[in-house]
């Protein structure tokens, strides 16, 4: 069983930045969790459904949701059972939870992204 923990949230300003991480493991012996799937970031803002906000395929395939494009950047190392998702520009409508998912399986717990002045 695949465990995701997201860190790296906090409070910034708005036209600021934050880079978040998501460490994959699993209890018996991890080697490479992470190489051989699509790796996403999704976000759910209060009252709202969760969104799609980028993903990151085995070969390298980026994607990104309109709303982030040009701002955002998914990243992952494989050696590190590590995804990031870079976020600059950020703007009071990105506050949100932010979750990471391995495959179309596991998710992490989260972690909280505030956008204020």
């Known amino acids: 069983q695949v465990q995701l923990v997201e860190s790296g949230g906090g409070l910034v300003q708005p036209g600021g930045s934050l880079r978040l991480s998501c460490a994959a493991s699993?209890?018996?012996?991890?080697?490479?969790?992470?190489?051989?799937?699509?790796m996403g970031w999704y976000r759910q803002a209060p009252g709202k459904q969760r969104e799609w906000v980028a993903s990151?395929?085995?070969?390298?395939?980026?994607s990104y949701a309109d709303s982030v494009k040009g701002r955002f950047t998914i990243s992952r190392d494989n050696r590190k059972n590590t995804v990031y998702l870079q976020m600059n520009n950020l703007k009071p409508e990105d506050t949100a939870v932010y979750y990471c998912?391995?495959?179309?399986?596991?998710w992490g717990q989260g972690t909280q992204v505030t956008v204020s002045s």
């Open positions: 990151s395929t085995p070969g390298g395939t980026t």
């Open positions: 699993r209890n018996i012996a991890s080697g490479n969790i992470i190489s051989g799937y699509t």
């Open positions: 998912r391995w495959g179309v399986g596991a």
